[in-house]
T-cell receptor, first 113, second 112 residues
């Protein structure tokens, strides 16, 4: 069964460093998302991406964040200068069409020290 | 803004008992509602998706109902097993878009 994959599973970085989180959505899906979950808190939306551009972003998604779909399969989230409060589990999700469910990847645990 | 609330926050039941998990949302103009399972430190596994036109959706021992007018959804798990122990999340999209607003989840423990 097709699934969303994410790499790495765990990333440790120092404050101020850049990180890139990678996702491979399901191949025929058209809509892509990043969510994050700070330990003990709700899963929260970061950004949605469709037709090679951002369709919506939350107030969390400031200038330090960017997304890219560099080729036909990968979808990346970049944090330019990480802060301690960026420590969280980051989930990538995709869906095929408007009425369909979102499929989530296993997540990348980002630890900023 | 869509606010999603789940009650109770935690639930502990003996094996074999039926589980009832509640989810409420503030804006009923949703396209669908999705239930997920999350194991500790792990990702989100989609369990059921209910379209706004549906009142129920079933998958094996799982049954989810949706009442848009009252802003409620309920997930029923029949004949619970220790393997059902996990956190169950409800998520509803905001009106006119598909990004999901999540509840805080109900953490279920099924005692053998």
């Amino acid at each position: 069964e097709p699934e969303v994959t994410q790499t790495p599973s765990h990333q440790v970085t120092q404050m101020g460093q850049e990180v890139i989180l990678r996702c491979v959505p399901i191949s025929n899906h058209l809509y892509f998302y990043w969510y994050r979950q700070i330990l003990g808190q709700k899963v929260e939306f970061l950004v949605s991406f469709y037709n090679n551009e951002i369709s919506e972003k939350s107030e969390i998604f400031d200038d330090q964040f960017s997304v890219e779909r560099p080729d036909g399969s990968n979808f990346t989230l970049k944090i330019r200068s990480t802060k301690l409060e960026d420590s969280a589990m980051y989930f990538c999700a995709s869906r095929v069409d408007s009425s369909y469910e979102q499929y989530f990847g296993p997540g990348t645990r980002l630890t900023v020290t | 803004k869509q606010e999603v609330t789940q009650i109770p926050a935690a639930l502990s039941v003996p094996e074999g008992e039926n589980l009832v998990l509640n989810c409420s949302f503030t804006d009923s103009a949703i396209y669908n509602l999705q239930w997920f399972r999350q194991d500790p430190g792990k990702g989100l596994t989609s369990l059921l998706l209910i379209q706004s036109s549906q009142r129920e959706q079933t998958s094996g021992r799982l049954n989810a109902s949706l009442d848009k007018s009252s802003g409620r959804s309920t997930l029923y798990i029949a004949a619970s097993q220790p393997g059902d122990s996990a956190t169950y999340l409800c998520a509803a999209p905001r009106p006119n878009d598909y990004k999901l607003s999540f509840g805080a989840g109900t953490t279920v423990t099924v005692r053998a």
